[in-house]
């Protein structure tokens, strides 16, 4: 099974609307990390926001937030007041326990257009 | 300022010849990654090592090797390149903390094309 879907190919957003981009991951393990990252065009991965498993409340950072629902193992990204410069790709990705690796999702590609 | 450097940026190489792309970091932390990344893909993570140890993903090819001298560098190799490997190659650090807030810094990527 996948660890980590992202249902969504693409999105396109108008800018300053906000716009949720969808996760979901599948784990066994109590302890694990949720994480998103954005990709411009350059290629380089950059690190917005951080879910932990035993959080209790949603994590936000400025214009990210994290909308955490453990029940139902999802982890949507939430970007208000969106920008042109939000246009990228969008990653979701899993860490489980004390391991190392990273799983990512196959990515959502935002276009906000003006 | 730079964190986690990687050069090059951008690295041409002929079909068969052998490629080396390197990693440094300024960060300290145990772990470096090598992930490849094709247009529109996530990425896809080859190798791992936690200080000197080694880890490789089951699917990796055995034309892709790495090499960690110390905890700042490490090296991909590619030993006979094909076209299919032309992709970006992201390096990548973190703690390696036995927390799952441990979180991935990545560098700029190295974009290989193959001839």
């Known amino acids: 099974a996948q660890k980590i879907t992202q249902t969504q190919p693409g999105m396109f957003v108008q800018e300053k609307e906000a716009v949720t981009l969808d996760c979901t991951y599948d784990?066994?393990?109590?302890?694990?990390?949720l994480f998103w990252y954005k990709q411009p065009s350059s290629g380089e991965m950059i690190f917005l926001i951080y879910?932990?498993?035993?959080?209790?409340q949603n994590a936000t950072e400025g214009r990210y937030s994290l909308n955490f629902q453990k029940a139902r193992k999802s982890a949507n990204l939430v970007i208000s007041a969106s920008q042109l410069g939000d246009s990228a790709m969008y990653f979701c990705?899993?860490?489980?326990?004390?391991?190392?690796?990273?799983?990512f999702g196959s990515g959502t590609k935002l276009n906000v257009k003006p | 300022d730079a964190m986690v450097i990687q050069n090059p940026r951008y690295q041409v190489t002929q079909f068969g010849k052998p490629v080396t792309l390197s990693c440094s970091q300024t960060?300290?932390?145990?772990?470096m990654y090598w992930y490849q990344q094709k247009s529109s893909q996530a990425p896809k993570l080859l190798f791992h090592?936690?200080?000197?140890?080694?880890?490789n993903e089951a699917d990796t090819p055995d034309n892709f090797q790495s090499r960690r001298p110390n905890t700042s560098f490490c090296f991909l190799d590619i030993r006979s390149p094909g076209l299919g490997d032309a992709a970006m190659y992201l390096c990548?650090?973190?703690?390696?903390?036995?927390?799952?807030?441990?979180?991935?810094?990545f560098g700029p990527g190295t974009r290989l094309t193959v001839l």
């Open positions: 990548a650090t973190s703690r390696g903390q036995s927390l799952s807030t441990d979180t991935q810094y």
């Open positions: 784990t066994s393990d109590p302890s694990y990390g």
């Open positions: 879910q932990g498993s035993y959080d209790q």
């Open positions: 990705a899993m860490r489980e326990g004390n391991f190392n690796k990273f799983y």
């Open positions: 960060l300290n932390h145990n772990v």
């Open positions: 090592y936690y200080d000197k140890d080694f880890n």
